[in-house]
Structures are given as structure tokens and as C-alpha cells.
């Protein structure tokens, strides 16, 4: 069975600041990692994913994960947070079923 | 491309009725599938589909029930409503079971 974790229910930052978002996996197999953003009352949009390749994955608005494999971990960064980065973060692993950690709600103060 | 089409938006039920929520892509994905979101549990899979006439079940499928008969559209038939179904319902496809999902708007259900 494979499964997701996010350790942190929440993570508050200033605005300016690094922003990292903890995720860990546990997978048979190659993991194909994933993370999505929610904005209130909406569906999730894909930010980034890691197949193959790179250790360091870029993403979308500025974001970046690191696969590290020996500590099966798929951290999510941005290296200046923005106010609008407020939302909620989900970290998934595949193939077939996309299983979900809880989810990390991030929020960047002024 | 409209992506993921999901109606309705919202749906309000009462404990016993059934009915029958809408999933489209247009994507031509084989693969589509079916989350409930619930506070504090992240997302929780019901059933999915790798490609028509094929349907098997996720994490959570009890009461609910789900046919593939076209590649565009995925419905999921709730039963028998219970207040336990009361949740967010969101569909998904990708084009194969190893890229990244798309999601639709959601469905917010409540059953009274």
C-alpha cells in the first residue's frame, strides 16, 4: 500500500520568507510524487511532479520540490512567500490510485 | 478545452433519496476517478476507471456505485443518501495512471 504524510497541519510565515511544506511517502516500487494547491471553494490545481530525473523539481508560481530518496521525503519550497500563496497544500503519490496526505494549510502574513 | 466538468455545484438531499453526480473531460484521458474531500483527511478515493466499460473500487466506495460507458463522462450514483456522505466531491482524469490528475470545480453534497 502506498501513503502520504504531512507532518504539519499548519505553517505561518511572513511574507519574504522561505517557505517550506513537509511531505514523506511510503511506496513499493518507483513513487511518482505530486503536489497540488486548493484556494477556498475551489478544486485543486497541479503545482509540480517528480517521475524521474532531477532530484530538484520546478513548478508553477515559483515553486520548488526536493525528492530525496533515502529519506523518502518530497518537500515543497518557495523561497520568497507571497501573501497570495495562502492555501491549503496536498502532497500525493502514484501510480494508479493518487493517495493524498491531509494537507498542510499555509498562511503568509503582511 | 473546458478540462473537468462537474454538475451540480451544490446538492442538498434528504437521508434515503438517491442521485447521480455529473463528471466530463474532454481530454480524451483514459484514466478518471473520483475523490470525497472531508476536513482533516485530505482526499479519499471511491471508485476510478482506467478506460471504458472498466471500473474498479477506491478507498471509500461504500454507497456508492459508478459506470464508464464513453471515455468523456464518469458518473457517480449515490444509493442510498446518509448524513455520512455529506461532503465535497471532486473528479479527476489524467491521461495515463502514473501523470498528474486534473480536478473539476467539485460538488458540495449535503444530506439531511
Known amino acids: 500500500a502506498q501513503s502520504v504524510a504531512q507532518p504539519e497541519d499548519q505553517v505561518n510565515v511572513a511574507e519574504g520568507n522561505p517557505l517550506t511544506v513537509k511531505c514523506t511517502y511510503s511506496?513499493?516500487?518507483?513513487?511518482?510524487l505530486f503536489w497540488y494547491v486548493q484556494y477556498p471553494n475551489r478544486g485543486l490545481q497541479f503545482l509540480l511532479k517528480y517521475i524521474t530525473g532531477d532530484n530538484l523539481v520546478k513548478g508553477s508560481y515559483g515553486f520548488e520540490a526536493e525528492f530525496n530518496k533515502s529519506q523518502t521525503s518530497f518537500h515543497l519550497k518557495k523561497p520568497s512567500a507571497l501573501v497570495s500563496d495562502s492555501a491549503l497544500y496536498f502532497c500525493?503519490?502514484?501510480?494508479?490510485?493518487?493517495?493524498f496526505g491531509a494537507g498542510t494549510t499555509v498562511t503568509v502574513r503582511a | 478545452n473546458a478540462g473537468v466538468t462537474q454538475t451540480p455545484k451544490f446538492q442538498v438531499l434528504k437521508t434515503g433519496q438517491s442521485m447521480t453526480l455529473q463528471c466530463a473531460q474532454d481530454?480524451?484521458?483514459?484514466?478518471m476517478s473520483w475523490y470525497r474531500q472531508d476536513p482533516g483527511m485530505g482526499l479519499r478515493l471511491i471508485h476510478y476507471?482506467?478506460?471504458?466499460?472498466?471500473?474498479d473500487q477506491g478507498e471509500v466506495p461504500n454507497g456508492y456505485n459508478v459506470s464508464r460507458s464513453t471515455t468523456e463522462d464518469f458518473p457517480l450514483r449515490l444509493l442510498s443518501a446518509a448524513p455520512s456522505q455529506t461532503s465535497v466531491y471532486f473528479c479527476?482524469?489524467?491521461?495515463?495512471?502514473?501523470?498528474?490528475?486534473?480536478f473539476g470545480p467539485g460538488t458540495r453534497l449535503t444530506v439531511t
Open positions: 479527476a482524469s489524467s491521461s495515463t495512471g502514473v501523470d498528474e490528475q486534473y
Open positions: 500525493a503519490v502514484r501510480p494508479w490510485e493518487l493517495s
Open positions: 481530454m480524451n484521458h483514459e484514466y
Open positions: 511506496v513499493s516500487g518507483n513513487p511518482y
Open positions: 476507471s482506467v478506460g471504458a466499460g472498466i471500473t
